[in-house]
């Protein structure tokens, strides 16, 4: 039996500058409240899991349920 390693190349600077943007929308959304500009850098049919273990399909329920932990649990 033949082991293979799979090795990932380190990011590039190119890399970081690309995804850099989409990471500052999120914390920016996240600071006003606003799930439908936290979920828009999702794809339409996104996979997420939620920190507390709620698996969302989607952009629509990602804003729809974000927008509710705003609107609630995460208040203010």
Known sequence: MTSRTTHTPAPSAADEDAIRPIHRQ??????????????????????????????????????SFTQQIFDTVVKG
Request: charged share 20%.
């Open 26 to 63: 999120m914390i920016d959304a996240w600071s006003v409240g606003d799930g439908a500009a936290f979920a828009a850098p999702f794809a339409d049919d996104a996979d997420f899991v939620v920190f507390e273990g709620t698996h969302l399909k989607g952009r629509q329920q990602i804003a």
